[in-house]
């Protein structure tokens, strides 16, 4: 199989300073919210500080939850409804609102311990592929 499948797809972070991390959308834990993110790409906005633990920013996406989660791994990727935001992890926390996860990041999570609240993030697909 490629690495191309309709399961998984690869997009890009990228910081205003030309930062790049790499992702990963999955299909199989969220088909309705993926499905919507992908559709809605290229996304993109100021990031915020979750903690210590995760940078996220705010979309226009309007999905409900699916297979709710309170509990994050570093490297997880997911969708809070309230706010449409997409939350990306660079380490191990359990947040008060349930989630939904949509992903992976696959290459260069330490980067996001980097990023300052109020940088501009582009979310994008990897055309490189």
Same mark, same amino acid.
């Given at each position: 199989?490629?690495?191309?499948?309709?399961?998984?797809?690869?997009?890009?972070?990228?910081?205003?300073?030309?930062?790049?991390?790499?992702?990963?959308?999955?299909?199989?834990?969220?088909?309705?919210?993926?499905?919507?993110?992908?559709?809605?790409?290229?996304?993109?906005?100021?990031?915020?500080?979750?903690?210590?633990?995760?940078?996220?920013?705010?979309?226009?996406?309007?999905?409900?939850?699916?297979?709710?989660?309170?509990?994050?791994?570093?490297? @997880?990727?997911?969708?809070?409804?309230?706010? $449409?935001?997409?939350?990306? !992890? &660079?380490? #191990? +926390?359990?947040?008060?609102?349930?989630?939904?996860?949509?992903?992976?990041?696959?290459?260069?999570? @330490?980067?996001?311990?980097?990023?300052?609240? $109020?940088?501009?993030?582009? !979310? &994008?697909? #990897? +055309?490189?592929?």
């Amino acid at each position: 199989m490629s690495e191309k499948t309709v399961s998984k797809v690869k997009i890009l972070l990228e910081t205003n300073n030309n930062q790049i991390i790499n992702c990963e959308l999955k299909r199989h834990l969220s088909p309705k919210t993926v499905g919507q993110i992908m559709r809605a790409l290229p996304l993109g906005g100021h990031a915020h500080l979750l903690g210590n633990s995760a940078v996220y920013f705010e979309t226009s996406i309007d999905s409900g939850i699916e297979r709710k989660k309170n509990e994050f791994k570093k490297g @997880d990727i997911a969708f809070l409804p309230i706010g $449409g935001l997409i939350c990306f !992890f &660079y380490s #191990d +926390v359990k947040v008060g609102k349930a989630m939904t996860s949509i992903g992976k990041i696959t290459e260069n999570i @330490d980067t996001l311990s980097t990023v300052e609240s $109020g940088t501009d993030l582009k !979310f &994008y697909y #990897d +055309v490189g592929e």
